[in-house]
Structure formats: C-alpha cells, structure tokens
C-alpha cells in the first residue's frame, strides 16, 4: 500500500495516516497503490466477478493457486 518502503521504514502516506487527520484519503491513497496493476489490467475491475479478480491476482503473482 505504500506505507512502508523496501526497507521496512514509514513512507510520508504513513506519517500522513498518522497525524494529518485524513486517514480515509491515506487509505484510499494506499488502496490504489496496493491494487494498481489489477485496474491497469481492468479499469473496471470493481465490477469483476470474484473469479476474475482471482484470475489477475494469479496472473500478477504468477502463482497457479492461492
């Protein structure tokens, strides 16, 4: 989600959680980061079936099972 970089240490989204007062645009900020490549494949994946947010999920990881 972005809240942590590769190294484990707090990015600025996360001070901003923390201390802004805003946590719903930090956590919507956070969401799309975290769900970017499924709506680059979709940009209408909010409407997907379970089955196909399954199927990009396994594409994305390229896992053949969760």
């Known amino acids: 989600m972005g809240f942590v970089d590769s190294g484990g240490i707090p990015t600025k989204l996360y001070h901003e959680f923390r201390s802004e007062?805003?946590?719903?645009?930090?956590?919507?900020?956070?969401?799309?980061?975290?769900?970017?490549?499924?709506?680059?494949?979709?940009?209408n994946a909010h409407d997907a079936s379970d089955d196909e947010i399954k199927g990009y999920a396994l594409s994305i990881s390229g896992k053949s099972y969760f």
Do not use: D, M, Q, W
Not at 28 to 43: D, H, M, P, Q, S
């Open 21 to 43: 007062g805003v946590p719903s645009v930090c956590i919507a900020t956070g969401l799309k980061n975290a769900y970017r490549e499924i709506f680059t494949r979709n940009v």
